[in-house]
């Protein structure tokens, strides 16, 4: 089983719809949970970060964390074409950091 | 320009060459991250330092890979006795009390190693 698993996609959404990205991940020891957006040939990119259940938002987007489920989600609202990319869930249980195999998102104008 | 820096940018080698990629990180940023990334996957945790200490290592990290942080800023990793399996984009990043949490990893913009 491995460490963080992600739905690869990929997942079209017309402009301005809601984009929901779903994560599920093994460790029930970990902690600390964080969403990345990748770009087609660029590095991942930090978006969100959280750490206790329930929901965080900044600005358009929203990170869900449920750990009785093992289970972190991504809300992208009013999604736009600029959000077109791979998303990427990382958790760190101890002291190592893994990610999943990414999400790709496409969000047709 | 503050962020994480690499170089090479790209690295073309013959299998069985011995190559070294250099990481600065952020500054300040006391923990530093090697990962390596495949297309359509997601970056694989290889060693982490914190200040100089190496205080982890994927047990899927063959002999061939060393790291090191000499003096707790900029690390090298280096690969030696280069197989095609090891082409891949290796990734550094930082994290430390500037810019965000402890955890909150900031990446460079990648190595990319092709293996011949």
């Known amino acids: 089983q491995k460490e963080v698993e992600q739905n690869s996609g990929p997942l079209s959404v017309p402009e301005g719809a809601i984009a929901s990205l779903n994560c599920t991940y093994s460790?029930?020891?970990?902690?600390?949970f964080f969403w990345y957006r990748q770009y087609s040939g660029k590095s991942p990119e930090l978006i969100m970060s959280?750490?206790?259940?329930g929901d965080k938002e900044d600005g358009r987007f929203t990170a869900q964390l449920n750990k009785a489920s093992q289970y972190v989600s991504l809300l992208i609202r009013d999604s736009q074409p600029s959000d077109s990319a791979t998303y990427l869930c990382?958790?760190?249980?101890?002291?190592?950091?893994?990610f999943g195999t990414g999400t790709s998102l496409t969000v047709i104008p | 320009d503050t962020g994480v820096s690499q170089n090479p940018r790209h690295k073309i080698t013959k299998r069985g060459q011995n190559v070294t990629f250099r990481c600065d990180p952020i500054?300040?940023?006391?923990?530093l991250y090697w990962y390596r990334q495949t297309l359509g996957q997601g970056p694989e945790f290889l060693t982490y330092f914190q200040n100089e200490a190496q205080l982890e290592k994927s047990r899927l990290l063959s002999d061939r890979f060393s790291a090191e942080r000499p003096k707790g800023s900029f690390s090298t990793l280096e690969i030696q006795r280069t197989e095609q399996g090891d082409s891949a984009m290796y990734l550094c990043?930082?994290?430390?009390?500037?810019?965000?949490?402890?955890?909150?990893?900031?990446f460079g913009p990648g190595t990319r190693l092709t293996v011949l």
């Open positions: 990382a958790v760190i249980p101890g002291n190592q950091f893994y």
């Open positions: 959280i750490y206790s259940n």
């Open positions: 500054s300040e940023h006391n923990r």
């Open positions: 990043a930082s994290s430390g009390p500037r810019l965000g949490t402890y955890n909150e990893q900031f």
């Open positions: 460790d029930r020891g970990s902690q600390s």
